[in-house]
């Protein structure tokens, strides 16, 4: 019997699992994951708003992992490729006969200066609830300080964590304004960015649409801005400053740290991974997810890290893992993305639909789409009773 090492319980890691489980190739499958909780990244910027609480978001892992999987619940340090072992923080060694990473990413400062220490990420649960947790309380403290610098926010960054998370921002806003009583008429948002637009990953109509609507509600853009710096409560470009009390950091990410820890050949910690998903020199190790790169035939470019991409190479790897032990070849990791949805609150959004030929929609419906997408994803995971049990 082969052992077959998960790491990660996120998209990539869970669904892989779950396919290794249903190939019923009767191998002992481990999956390990620093948190007892599976949580809904491509929900994060809604807790951070605080539009949904954690537990919206999270599900325990020990319950909706597919059954036959052990799961082990601690952080890993590092891999030794060479005898094939995961080192952890707490427990003995795991060893493997075939390793998926998954272990996601983690924020991207860039080297810019100040930027860990002076801003607030949105990578996992914990940042999420303190940027939610600053955030609320920063707005409050306007009642006794009345500094004006409480009640402005800057985001940095126009991708699409950023522009999700000024959706839920300024839907939140009033609710706000009336729980901490300060008038909503003074809270000024910017957002800062380097690129001459918003969404990069959107025709221009539509990234220009999203603009419009959350400068409506009362964002200032300030592109073709980029930071050079940040200091408390100041965001820094060359001879501009931005201030506010709430300096919010979604700018971009980077692969897990373990990929450096392990000595894998990677840039932004990201391993560019061969066409079945396996490491050169490597082929008992698959990297998908955010910690793999892998180049688009197509445009030769990388692919974007999304968890679209994540659960499709989720099933390649797992495909792959089968063939192997049956002694048969492997397939290539082929994409095609279904489209990509960027909500605006949860009543709006922008969305490019590649069904059957391109769909641009804005506004509502893109709302109602994005729900079903969030759900559609979630069933992909694990089986929809787990995952309502697990609540
Ligand atoms: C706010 C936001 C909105 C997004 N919206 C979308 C969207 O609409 N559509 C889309 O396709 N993509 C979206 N994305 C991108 C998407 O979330 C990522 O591409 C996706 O989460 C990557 O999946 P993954 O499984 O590789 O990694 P992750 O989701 O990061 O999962 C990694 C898992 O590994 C665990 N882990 C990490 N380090 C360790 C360690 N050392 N030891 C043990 N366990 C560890 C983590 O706890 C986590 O459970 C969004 C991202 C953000 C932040």
């Known amino acids: 019997m082969k052992t077959i090492v998960v790491l990660g319980g996120g998209y990539a890691g869970l669904r892989a699992a779950r396919q290794i489980a249903s190939a019923k ?20 910027h809604q807790v951070a708003a605080g539009t949904l609480e954690p537990s919206d978001i999270t599900f325990d892992i020990k319950s909706v992992a597919p059954k036959g999987v052990e799961v082990i619940i601690d952080e890993v340090q590092r891999i030794d490729r060479d005898q094939h072992q995961v080192l952890l923080s707490q427990q003995e060694p795991v060893s493997y006969d075939y390793l998926v990473n998954a272990l996601g990413f983690e924020s991207e400062t860039f080297g810019i200066e100040g930027a860990q220490e002076n801003s607030l990420p949105l990578v996992d649960i914990n940042t999420a609830v303190a940027a939610r947790q ?27 964590t950023s522009i999700e998370y000024l959706g839920e921002l300024v839907y939140r806003m009033p609710k706000l304004a009336k729980q901490y009583k300060f008038p909503l008429e003074k809270v000024k948002i910017s957002c800062i960015e380097a690129a001459d637009s918003i969404l990069p990953m959107f025709e221009r109509g539509l990234a220009d649409w999203a603009t419009n609507y959350l400068r409506k509600k009362g964002v200032e853009f300030h592109t073709s801005t980029p930071i050079t710096s940040i200091r408390p409560g100041q965001v820094v470009s060359n001879d501009q400053v931005f201030s506010g009390h709430t300096v919010i950091w979604t700018t971009g990410v980077r692969g897990s740290e373990v990929i450096s820890a ?22 008992e190790e698959f990297l998908i997810g955010d910690v793999s790169a892998v180049p688009d035939p197509q445009s030769g470019r990388l692919y974007p890290t999304t968890a679209q991409i994540s659960i499709a190479q989720a099933n390649c790897a797992a495909a792959n893992i089968a063939a192997r032990l049956a002694g048969q070849p492997s397939q290539k990791f082929t994409f095609k993305s279904v489209g990509t949805v960027c909500s605006l609150g949860p009543f709006s959004g922008v969305a490019q639909i590649e069904i059957m030929g391109q769909m641009k929609l804005k506004g509502l419906a893109v709302g109602v789409v994005k729900q079903f997408t969030n759900y559609r994803t979630v069933l992909e995971l694990a089986d929809c009773k787990a995952m309502l049990a697990s609540r």
Request: hydrophobic letters at 30%.
């Open 25 to 44: 190739t009767h191998q002992r499958i481990i999956l390990i994951n620093k948190n007892t909780y599976h949580y809904e990244a491509t929900q994060l």
């Open 134 to 160: 600053h955030l609320e309380q920063t707005l409050a403290r306007y009642q006794t300080s009345k500094d004006e610098q409480d009640l402005s926010i800057v985001v940095c960054g126009a991708g699409f």
């Open 262 to 283: 392990s000595g894998y050949p990677a840039k932004r910690n990201r391993v560019v991974v061969q066409e079945d998903l396996t490491v050169e020199g490597h082929p």
